[in-house]
């Protein structure tokens, strides 16, 4: 009888301690993408999402890259790491890809006209970066609206040059990064973005 006492009592202590211990589940985080892209000339970018770390939840990555004329776009909406273990990947894609190498061709001079943008918000975990070089011409409207609640990023670019991007978000040091996306284009380009992350970014953004 008291070894089996003794038995309940360090199950208990086991319950207890394993119970304090996080366990696969990540950080509470979501993300909505709206994003269309024209390009003609060179591309090389790349999305990955995820809802969870390691083996748990789901992934999906996407990404073009190659010389030709593009036209896509892209709708996701990302929730992961919820307490109630609720893990979801929205993502639709359309674009028409065209094989037109002698579309694009480099700047007549090397150009040294430079613009450059870097967003973080701690607090969501969210970051945006864009940068342009080699510009022929370039027209820019990027707007960035960011609470300790929620990040908003809309950028629309219209671009004769080089065009980076980055963005990702990932609530802390010990969670998944949701959302990777880097992307390079050269020619031109004509891009807009909405990105959106936080405590309530689902379906809030307003239609272009």
Known sequence: MKLWLGFLIISAFCIVAFSGIPGARGVPQNLTEHSWIYNSGYSDDMRIYQTESGFNGQKLVTGTRGTGTISRSIDAQVYGGF?????????????????KPATYSAPIKPSDLKNALCSKNYEVGSQFSES?????????????????????????????????VGARVQKSASSVPIYTMTGTYQGYTNMRMQLESGNASIMTLPCP
């Open 83 to 99: 307490p109630d273990g609720y893990d979801e990947t929205e993502m639709s894609e359309w674009g028409v890809y065209q094989n």
């Open 132 to 164: 342009y070089s080699d510009i022929r011409d370039l027209i820019k409207d990027t707007s960035i609206s960011q609470t300790n609640e929620n990040s908003v990023y809309n950028v629309h670019s219209e671009i004769e040059g080089t065009a980076r």
